[in-house]
Structures are given as structure tokens and as C-alpha cells.
């Protein structure tokens, strides 16, 4: 069988900047922008929402804005042109290879609201898809509801997936009644067994799609979701009795598709192109049974390139949006013709590659801790006459390129000392903190030594990351960028200015939950990944601002309340063609009040519970008037204020 070969579209975007300059070259820019993202030579990040050069956002800009009108960070960022130049560059994709490849049949998309369910972002989809027919899929009562809510064209579909109860079954039935097309896509044979009674209870025939479990797995984290042992779909045997049950309860005109997906974020295109030739043969041997299925629905699943290295690893892709269109196309054409099917109408439900680029988080950096850094001054005051510290003294005294491996080893030992003896209580802690300060400094001469080394052994490279100082930054992680805890997941974050400043630190980021696990320590790299991230110091009286991007795809709900933080603000931003840039008004992020709520507390009952001990104190003779106002003042002004620091 020939192999696709259009190279036409294949390749990457053309970029809308120049390279940026070379101070912010760690950042890898160029390899996971994507043609959005670039650096003005003011060395400021800037956006180009629909990858026009001259049309950008700066972003600093639009943070100072919002600053200076008390709207601080952390917040969100989003750029809904995004949204819309993802969709119709996707929906060109599969139109290139429809020409391409001569496929007889159309394609039309479907977005998951799973993947971010926003309402603005629902709504921008519909209507910037509304000339696609582009549709939504849905996995649960709420999302339908919601999905039923969209202006969408009227033949868009509503692929209503999941497991489903009676009153999910029933309005996904009635949506014809709204004029709206919801195929009921059922799980198994017992789902289908309901579906067909009731809709028969209801005098309805809603169009059914069966979802099947494909032998071929996807790949990457999430293959599982594919597969013989996969939590959805039904197997071969379940498919020819479904197939069974539809013929004998007369529905056969109402099986309208047949569902595939193969997980998120694949990351290897030969694993989806197995994938879709079965899926393509599972199709047309259906339809040869009498079935005439309209639609063939081959699920998510397009990646996106998180880390820029256009590879197979876990957070990139080794494929682009057209060649994975074109092996969809190709693949489903080229079976259904030599099975000799009518060619179905593709469809497609992808999320992450739709919605990731156009959300960024933006947040301050509150301050820098690194390991042992004091004024040398101020240490060298303190007089020690303690061994381990004269010993200490003495290393870092004498250290150099030749000797700095066996010197560290001795310090190490030092220090043990050190430890032991302050732990026995021979030792002060003014001792202790010159020793401390005299450990660190030895540290950074050696790992300063140890970087020329040409093989560096594993315990001096591990010293960068004993060294890296910690920007701890006002957001949590727990809440906007949750897939990093739950399984490692890159995101690139950039300085969002200083970026024609060579960053001469390096740093992990630390959030402000009580949680060690809030932590970002592993970066975008061109090699796999980095343990520290090139970063900038502190300059007093001057904020420092970091962005998070590719964020617009799962953070969100997945994100949790960890601390009590919870969501925050969100700031629309676009660019209008004549280079003006539009702002919506700031959707705010929950206030004190909003996440005590959701956790069932009563905010008003909070509030009156310490009222009335203040009331009981100042009876009590504890209290003046005065101070019970300013106590109340206080606790009633920060039940309205925002979870993170302002
Ligand atoms: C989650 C999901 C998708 C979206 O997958 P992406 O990889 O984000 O494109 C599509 N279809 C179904 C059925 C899903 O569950």
C-alpha cells in the first residue's frame, strides 16, 4: 500500500517573529511557540494570537495594566484567536488532505468539553465553528446540558459519550426536539439494551454510535485509554451482538456512527496509523453486514509539542497536525475503497491540540531563597573557635581546579561533623550558621570547578541542583498546573521580560501551598528535560514576572483547592487588526468567601462565630469598643479579598 507522501502542508508554521535574541535562547522559544510566541526587542514575551507578524501582544504591557489597576497576579491569560486559529487551521488540515487524497466523503470536528469546559470558551468555539459545522462531545449530564446550551450550526453533532443514566439517556434523546444532533454512543451491550427500550418507551429514534475498543493501543501516557483491556468501548464479540440487537429491534437506519479514540497526546504516529486502519476495517466490515453507518468518529488524541523536541518522548509528538490528518484520511479512504464501502463522513474530537496554546498563567515572583547566601561580611564577623568551622574556613581557603573533588568530599565531612556536634549542643548557633555559610560557598566554588570537567561524575552534577535557588512564586500549582504533580507533565515557562538579559541564575519554582510537593522542578530542555531553569535576580523595588504556558487543555478542572487557593483570575486578550489590543473585563478568581463556600462552610456563620467571641471577650472586660470593630473590620475585608497574596 503507498504511503502518503503530501509534504504540501506538512511544513511547520511559518513563524511570526524573527529568533529572539540570545539571552533567551535557554527558554527554547522556537521550539514549542509554535509560531504564537516570540520575544520583541524591547525583551519582552509576545503573543501573536493568529501568527501575523506586527500583529503581537506584549505582555508585560498588558500585566502593568492590570497591575496598576489592582488586578494582580497570579492570573490567567487567554488569547481566544487562539482558540479560533487552532480550529481552522485544523479543520484546513483535513481539508488539504480530502484534496489530497481525492477522499470521498467530508470531515467534521467535534470539540470534548472535559478539556476545558469554560462557557466563554464553549461559546467562542461554537461560533468561530459554526462555518465547519464543528460540534462538542460530552461525558456526562452537565456537559450535555451545557453542550445543548451552544449556538452551534444545525448539522453539527453533540457526540454524547460515558456512562449514562436515565435522564442523560433521555435528553440526548430529546435534543432532536431542539433541533440539535446527539448521537447517544453506548458504552456495551447492556447500555445499548436500555437505550433501545427507552427510546422506544419515548417514541424517539436517536441516532446511536457503538464506541469500540480497538486491539491496536495508542501511545504515550495515556495508551491505556486504548486497547484490549481498555475501560471503554466494546470488544469484537460485543460489537457483532450489538450489531444483533440493533437489527432485531428494527433500529438498524438509527446506528449512525461507530466511535474509536485512542488516547490523549499520542506521541507516535505509527501507533495511530495501526490504530486507524483497524478502526477503518472494523467500519467497513459493519457497514458489509447492512449497517449504513454515517459516521466514523476516530476520537482525539493530536498532540501537542509541550517540550519542542518533535520526538516520540512522553511530551512531545514525532508527527505534525497535517500528517496526522493525512494518515486519518488516507488510511480511511484506502480501506473503505478496497472493501468497496461508501467512504464515511470522518469526524474527529480533538481537544488538548485545540484548546493548549491559548491559556497562559502569569505569576510574581515574591522571592528568592537560596542556600546559604548572607552578606560576607556579616559572616565573617563571627568569630568561631569551634573545629569544624576552622576546618571549614581552611577549605575554602584553599580550594582550586585541581583540588575542588577531594576539598568537597571534605567539606561534606565537615559539615557531618558540624551537625553531630550542634546536635550535642557543643555548638552555638552563630557556629553553626558560619559553618552553614561556609559549606554553601565551598559548594558553589566546587560546582563552579566541577562544570569543566569533561565526564562530571553524578554527585557534582548533583550539586546545581543543591545550589538552585528557589523562586518562590504567588500561584499553586495543585490548582493551575495540576498534571505536572500528578504525572511530570512539561510545561515551558519563560520570564516574561529581561529576555534580552542574560539569565545568570538558575532556580527551581516554588508556590506558595504548605506543600513540598508544590515544586517545579523539571524544565523544557532540548535534551529531555532540566532539574533548574535559567532565570534573572531579584532587582529591588522591581517585580519579576514568570509565565506558564500551553496551560489551555485539562489544568483547569483538574486543578484542586489544595490550601484553599483557589481559581484564578482570568483576563481575555486580543488583538484587533489594525494592531489595537482588546482586554476583556477580568473574571475574577474566587475570593476567600467562594472557596470556603464550596467546602460547605457557611462564610456569614464563620464570621458570626468570631463575632461572638469577640462580643464574650469585650463582656469579659478583655476587649475595648474600639478594638472588637477593627478585629471584625479585618476578618469581614478578607472573607471578600483573593485567595492568593495581593
Ligand atoms: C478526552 C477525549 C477526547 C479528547 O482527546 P484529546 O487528546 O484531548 O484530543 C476525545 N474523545 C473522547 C471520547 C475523549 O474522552
Redesign the pocket.
Known amino acids: 500500500m503507498p504511503v502518503p507522501t503530501t509534504d504540501s502542508a506538512q511544513a511547520p508554521p511559518k513563524p511570526a517573529y524573527a529568533s529572539p535574541p540570545g539571552a533567551a535562547r535557554p527558554y527554547g522559544i522556537d521550539s514549542w511557540g509554535f509560531g504564537f510566541f516570540g520575544v520583541n526587542t524591547a525583551g519582552h514575551l509576545t503573543v501573536a494570537p493568529s501568527k501575523i507578524r506586527g500583529l503581537e501582544v506584549d505582555v508585560l504591557e498588558v500585566v502593568r495594566e492590570h497591575v496598576r489597576k489592582q488586578v494582580c497576579p497570579p492570573f490567567l491569560l487567554r488569547f481566544p484567536q487562539i482558540l479560533d486559529e487552532r480550529l481552522s487551521s485544523l479543520h484546513q488540515a483535513f481539508a488539504n488532505a480530502i484534496e489530497e487524497f481525492r477522499y470521498p466523503g467530508r470531515h467534521i470536528g467535534a470539540y470534548?468539553v472535559?478539556?476545558n469546559q469554560r462557557p466563554d470558551i464553549l461559546h467562542r468555539l461554537a461560533n468561530s465553528g459554526r462555518a465547519f459545522d464543528y460540534g462538542l462531545?460530552v461525558?456526562s449530564k452537565a456537559e450535555l446540558v451545557a453542550a445543548l446550551s451552544m449556538p452551534l450550526s444545525d448539522s453539527a453533532l453533540i457526540a454524547c459519550?460515558g456512562l449514562k443514566d436515565d435522564l442523560y439517556l433521555r435528553m440526548a434523546m430529546q435534543a432532536s426536539k431542539l433541533g440539535r444532533q446527539a448521537v447517544v454512543i453506548v458504552e456495551d451491550t447492556q447500555d445499548l439494551a436500555r437505550t433501545l427500550q427507552l427510546a422506544q418507551t419515548l417514541s424517539e429514534r436517536p441516532p446511536i454510535g457503538l464506541r469500540v475498543r480497538l486491539s491496536s493501543r495508542g501511545s504515550g501516557k495515556w495508551e491505556d485509554s486504548c486497547g484490549e483491556f481498555a475501560k471503554f468501548g466494546m470488544g469484537t464479540l460485543d460489537l457483532v451482538q450489538a450489531l444483533d440487537m440493533i437489527r432485531e429491534a428494527g433500529g438498524g437506519s438509527q446506528l449512525r456512527m461507530l466511535?474509536f479514540?485512542i488516547?490523549?497526546?499520542v506521541n507516535d504516529i505509527r501507533r495511530a496509523k495501526q490504530a486507524f486502519k483497524e478502526a477503518a476495517r472494523v467500519y467497513a466490515k459493519a457497514v458489509q453486514t447492512g449497517f449504513d453507518i454515517e459516521y466514523l468518529n476516530v476520537?482525539?488524541?493530536?498532540g501537542v509539542d509541550y517540550d519542542g523536541s518533535g520526538t516520540a518522548s512522553e511530551f512531545s509528538m514525532n508527527y505534525t497536525v497535517q500528517e496526522f490528518s493525512n494518515d486519518i484520511v488516507y488510511t480511511i479512504g484506502e480501506v473503505c475503497a478496497t472493501e468497496g464501502v461508501r467512504a464515511p463522513t470522518i469526524v474527529t474530537?480533538?481537544?488538548?491540540?485545540v484548546a493548549a496554546y491559548h491559556a497562559m498563567l502569569i505569576v510574581e515572583v515574591r522571592k528568592v531563597v537560596t542556600p546559604g547566601l548572607a552578606p560576607a561580611e556579616y559572616i565573617e564577623e563571627i568569630r568561631s573557635v569551634a573545629e569544624p568551622v576552622l576546618e571549614l574556613v581552611d577549605i575554602a581557603r584553599g580550594i582550586n581546579a585541581k583540588n575542588f573533588r577531594e576539598r568537597y568530599h571534605d567539606a561534606l565531612q565537615q559539615r557531618r561533623d558540624m551537625t553531630s556536634l550542634f546536635e550535642l549542643g557543643y555548638l552555638g548557633l552563630r557556629d553553626k550558621a558560619k559553618g552553614e555559610w561556609l559549606f554553601w560557598n565551598t559548594c558553589r566554588q566546587v560546582a563552579h570547578f566541577s562544570r569543566k570537567m569533561k565526564d562530571r561524575p553524578k554527585e557534582l552534577k548533583d550539586l546545581d541542583e543543591m545550589l538552585a535557588s528557589k523562586y518562590v512564586c504567588n500561584f499553586s500549582m495543585f490548582q493551575s498546573m495540576p498534571d505536572f504533580w500528578a504525572f511530570d507533565q512539561l510545561f515551558p515557562v519563560i520570564p516574561i521580560h529581561r529576555l534580552n538579559e542574560v539569565p545568570t541564575e538558575r532556580g527551581v519554582i516554588c508556590d506558595i501551598t504548605c506543600d513540598s510537593d508544590g515544586t517545579v522542578d523539571r524544565f523544557v530542555d532540548i535534551k529531555h528535560f532540566k532539574s533548574s531553569l535559567e532565570l534573572h535576580p531579584l532587582r529591588p523595588g522591581e517585580p519579576y514576572y514568570l509565565a506558564f504556558l500551553l496551560l489551555g487543555?485539562?489544568q483547569e478542572t483538574l486543578g484542586d483547592m489544595h490550601n484553599l487557593f483557589g481559581a484564578v483570575t482570568a483576563i481575555d486578550v486580543g488583538i484587533e487588526p489594525d494592531g489595537h489590543r482588546s482586554v476583556g473585563t477580568p473574571i475574577r478568581g474566587n475570593s476567600v468567601r467562594d472557596v470556603l463556600g464550596a467546602f460547605r462552610y457557611e462564610p456569614e456563620e464563620v464570621l458570626n462565630a468570631i463575632s461572638r467571641r469577640l462580643a464574650d471577650r469585650k463582656a469579659q472586660g478583655l476587649l475595648g469598643q474600639g478594638d472588637e470593630h477593627e478585629v471584625l473590620a479585618t476578618a469581614s475585608r478578607l472573607l471578600d479579598d483573593y485567595t492568593y497574596l495581593v
Request: avoid cysteine.
Open positions: 470534548p472535559k478539556v462531545e461525558g459519550n466511535h479514540h488516547g490523549s497526546q476520537g482525539g488524541g493530536l474530537e480533538h481537544g488538548r491540540a487543555a485539562y
